[in-house]
């Protein structure tokens, strides 16, 4: 089993900044890809970026510019620097991981965390 732990969410003024940490731990070995997805109540959990173990990411349109996911592979965590904040950008955002690259864009892979809340308000 895998275990994904999330960090950094909270209150911040629009155009502020974040940084989201995800560090996983157990059966690491076959954890390949991981990602951000994010959730507001009543909606579906959408992606915000994906990151492979060479590094190659995919962002969701609108945080294009303004996000940025990085990896550090020996510490076995996953970033999400967001910067430009807007109130939409309020969610809970969750950790997703998997050995697939391609399962974790689908949402379809097997680890996720428990999620921590950001809230973009002024």
């Known amino acids: 089993q895998v275990q994904l732990v999330e960090s950094g969410g909270g209150l911040v003024q629009p155009g502020g900044s974040l940084r989201l940490s995800c560090a996983a731990s157990?059966?690491?070995?076959?954890?390949?890809?991981m990602g951000w997805y994010r959730q507001i109540p009543g909606e579906r959990r959408e992606l915000v970026a994906a990151?492979?173990?060479?590094?190659?990411?995919n962002y969701v349109d609108s945080v294009k510019g303004r996000f940025t996911i990085s990896r550090d592979n020996a510490k076995n965590t996953v970033y999400l620097q967001m910067d430009s904040l807007k109130p939409e950008d309020t969610a809970v955002y969750y950790c997703?991981?998997?050995?697939?690259?391609?399962?974790?864009?689908?949402?379809?892979?097997?680890?996720w965390g428990q999620g921590t809340q950001v809230t973009v308000s002024s």
């Open positions: 997703h991981a998997d050995k697939n690259y391609i399962h974790v864009v689908l949402g379809r892979g097997n680890y």
């Open positions: 157990g059966s690491i070995d076959g954890i390949y890809a």
């Open positions: 990151i492979a173990r060479d590094r190659s990411t």
